[in-house]
Nanobody
Framework: QVQPVESGGGLVQAGGSLRLSCAASGRTSSSYAMGWFRQAPGKEREFVAAITWSGSSTNYAASVNGRFTISRDNAKNTVTLQMNSLKPEDTAVYYC?????????????????WGQGTQVTVSS
């Protein structure tokens, strides 16, 4: 299986919006959950959101709940993270990851394939 690839990062002002995409073309024979994580400089990687690949269940970190929306397009084998009302503390490298199973977990140990990340910078 190939690693997922993120895109859509960039610079945005506080209060603005940004949409990230994750391509996971390697997952054609099995469809498990996928998630988004982020890591700011000097900080641990933290959970952002997750979604079942063949279902409708989602999971969000409290820090982004109500502002971010995770969605999927199985035909294109992509996962999208719509980020609204962005804050400077959202600044980080955002990573897309494929889960080890169907569970939409929030721990990095529950994911086994990771993208290289895309930079999101929110200015004040």
């Amino acid at each position: 299986q190939v690693q997922p690839v993120e895109s859509g990062g960039g610079l945005v002002q506080a209060g603005g919006s940004l949409r990230l995409s994750c391509a996971a073309s390697g997952r054609t024979s099995s469809s498990y959950a996928m998630g988004w994580f982020r890591q700011a400089p000097g900080k641990e990687r933290e959970f952002v959101a997750a979604i079942t690949w063949s279902g409708s269940s989602t999971n969000y970190a409290a820090s982004v709940n109500g502002r971010f929306t995770i969605s999927r397009d199985n035909a294109k084998n992509t996962v999208t993270l719509q980020m609204n009302s962005l804050k400077p503390e959202d600044t980080a490298v955002y990573y897309c990851a494929t889960a080890r199973g169907f569970y939409i977990g929030s721990r990095i140990s529950e994911y086994n394939y990771w993208g290289q990340g895309t930079q999101v910078t929110v200015s004040s």
